[in-house]
């Protein structure tokens, strides 16, 4: 997939729009694009820079637990949700600095990616739906099943959200004694978030396999709104000067699906260049 990323990137670069966004900084970006790998060619993480793969392990851990407190994922190393918190928190007289310094000191992030995942639709009155139970269960009882998808986006409560889902719904396919997983994404930071995104998804397949007893099969992202933020034109340029290197093989322990911890996975030769920093639009 690697080399797939590559090509995107350097159309995006070439051939995208000069649009404003949320954020003030400005990306070059195209409408959609798709990007597809095969499991039994290796680990899709990149290797023309370094990726945190810690981040991503533990990222998934606390999705798949249904984890919404800053602190926990902080406490394992994991500094994505840092900036962010549930903005129903935040009092509305708070503006510019101080407003920042409440979302760096509160916790609580809200009904993010986990809670929907593991409890879509909770209230008072109504049990919230385990979407991830549901497919596990599913792959064991009914594996051919067209409906094993999960949603994050929940707009009753995309106000509670420290961030709406970039990444807001995947499902899974069985064939032929493969299994295949698909991710949509309504806005994609091509540079900084997507080679988390791909790595997030490809380490979720395997796991969904293993549990399944089924062989790893295509992994594929469907991309929309793909942009290059305008402070990432140099970067993107730096890895585009870069060759890749040979992909990874995953490791992952016997433990069952809940009980997995991000130090349940490992990568055998992961061998990557430097790291190239680029700064985060939020």
């Known amino acids: 997939m690697e080399n797939q990323y590559l090509q995107l990137l350097k159309y995006v670069l070439e051939n995208g729009t000069k649009t404003e966004d949320r954020t003030g900084v400005g990306t070059i970006a195209i409408p959609h694009a798709m990007l597809s ?52 928190l935040i009092p509305s007289w708070l503006e510019g600095e101080e407003r920042k310094e409440f979302q760096l000191n509160e916790h609580r992030l809200g009904k993010i990616y986990g809670y929907q995942w593991r409890q879509f639709g909770n209230s008072q009155t109504v049990r919230g739906k385990d979407q991830v139970q549901r497919v596990l269960d599913t792959l064991l ?54 080679p988390y995104n791909i790595a997030f998804y490809a380490l979720l397949l395997e796991m969904l396999a293993k549990h399944a007893c089924l062989k790893p099969g295509t992994l594929t992202g469907f991309l929309t709104n793909v942009h290059i933020y305008s402070n990432h034109v140099t970067q993107v340029g730096e890895q585009l000067s870069r060759t890749p290197l040979t992909q990874p093989k995953l490791l992952l322990s016997n433990e069952s699906f809940y009980e997995w911890t991000y130090t349940n996975a490992a990568l055998e030769n992961y061998q990557y260049l430097p790291a190239i920093p680029a700064p985060v639009a939020v």
């Open 141 to 194: 009882k009914n594996p051919t099943d067209r409906r094993m998808l999960v949603s994050a986006w929940n707009p009753v409560e995309l106000d509670e959200m420290a961030l709406p889902p970039c990444h807001f719904s995947w499902q899974v396919t069985v064939l032929d004694g493969k299994l295949h997983l698909n991710w949509n994404q309504r806005s994609c930071d091509l540079f900084l978030g997507i």
């Open 37 to 88: 790998h095969d499991m039994a060619e290796g680990f899709p993480i990149l290797t023309t820079k370094k990726i945190g793969w810690k981040t991503v392990r533990v990222e998934l851990e606390g999705f798949i637990k249904g984890v919404t407190d800053k602190q926990w994922f902080q406490d394992r190393g994991c500094h994505i949700w840092d900036e962010w918190c549930n903005p129903m």
